[in-house]
């Protein structure tokens, strides 16, 4: 079965950490960017982050730039979101989805979104 599984979610206090993970099973990442998204209560579900394919080159939204850090270990077929200062409008389901043809375009997807997982929640409170 082709899926992707987020892990790592939960719940912290503002200003602290957490790293949240995208694996893969039934197929590679390798060939594919990584984008994280969030959507939190009423919201529209957002781009936060992108991690392109054979150069690894990364983008951030505004909102989380310098806060956030995307990466992938390929041998691990994953990919992982830390994710610092956290502030209670971080609050949201997580989703990391893999686009098609290996590129973003700034911090989504360049081309369509082939996997989506099925969302890990972050809440971020006191």
């Known amino acids: 079965q082709l899926q992707l599984v987020e892990s790592g979610g939960g719940l912290v206090q503002p200003g602290g950490s957490l790293r949240v993970s995208c694996a893969a099973s039934?197929?590679?990442?390798?060939?594919?960017?990584i984008g994280w998204f969030r959507q939190a209560p009423g919201k529209e579900r957002e781009g936060v982050s992108c991690?392109?394919?054979?150069?690894?080159?990364?983008y951030y939204a505004d909102s989380v730039k310098g806060r956030f850090t995307i990466s992938r270990d390929n041998a691990k077929n994953t990919v992982y979101l830390q994710m610092n200062s956290l502030k209670p409008e971080d609050t949201a389901v997580y989703y990391c989805?893999?686009?098609?043809?290996?590129?973003?375009?700034?911090?989504?997807?360049?081309?369509?979104?082939?996997?989506w997982g099925q969302g890990t929640q972050v809440t971020v409170s006191s």
């Open positions: 991690i392109s394919s054979s150069e690894n080159s990364t």
């Open positions: 039934g197929f590679t990442l390798d060939y594919y960017a």
């Open positions: 989805a893999a686009c098609e043809g290996g590129y973003c375009s700034g911090h989504v997807c360049y081309d369509a979104i082939a996997y």
